[in-house]
T-cell receptor, first 112, second 111 residues
């Protein structure tokens, strides 16, 4: 099965600080997706990366996919309490291409 | 536009009881998924469907059955609930694999 490892498992930062979350795959990724989950709610799609070296930004969140397409990072600049939640990376499994797997998640707490 | 709706949102069962979780989407999506989320284990895929009348096993299918008789509905059944099935269950749908739209979750406790 596709395995996605995320680090760190949890993160506590002071408001205004920058932070990075990593997602590593044991296999080449054909697409890497980032989602955010507010506590007790469903997941919300953030962005998708497909090409090696690709980088996308939305407001203060930037995601990158490395050239080998096995590692992605999510960077938040000047964190705010609204950024708090669980961040999960997801990818389509090889083979049938229909199974969508998630990493174990990173819990982010932002202290005002 | 309701998106993805899960019912019920909360349920408490006794060991051995059966129940069905219903997922309904109004976006005409082909793909639908059932996941369970447990502390420290992220989201694990139970079963999925790539179209009406089709279902397939995911990562942790044992103890669950699914049906997709209508395109907009994806049912997850537990025939004989066990305490190990205590979890939060999420349904998701998509046009293609990748950008999934999620329901708000169903919290199931098996005593």
């Amino acid at each position: 099965s596709q395995e996605l490892e995320q680090s760190p498992q949890s993160l506590i930062v002071q408001e205004g600080k920058n932070l990075t979350i990593n997602c590593t795959s044991s296999k080449t990724l054909y697409g890497l997706y980032w989602y955010k989950q507010k506590y007790g709610e469903g997941l919300i799609f953030l962005m998708m990366l497909q090409k090696g070296g690709e980088e996308k930004s939305h407001e203060k969140i930037t995601a990158k996919l490395d050239e080998k397409k096995q590692q992605s990072s999510l960077h938040i600049t000047a964190s705010q309490p609204s950024h708090a939640g669980i961040y999960l990376c997801g990818a389509v499994a090889g083979g049938t291409g229909n199974q969508f797997y998630f990493g174990t998640g990173t819990s982010l707490t932002v202290i005002p | 536009n309701a998106g993805v709706t899960q019912t019920p949102k909360f349920r408490v069962l006794k060991t051995g009881q059966s129940m069905t979780l219903l997922c309904a989407q109004d976006m005409n999506h082909e793909y639908m998924y059932w996941y369970r989320q447990d502390p420290g284990m992220g989201l694990r895929l139970i079963h999925y469907s790539v179209g009406e009348g089709t279902t397939a096993k995911g990562e942790v299918p044992d103890g669950y059955n699914v049906s997709r008789l209508k395109k907009q509905n994806f049912l997850l059944g537990l025939e004989s609930a066990a305490p190990s099935q205590t979890s939060v269950y999420f349904c998701a749908s998509s046009f293609y694999t990748g950008e999934l739209f999620f329901g708000e979750g169903s919290r199931l406790t098996v005593l």
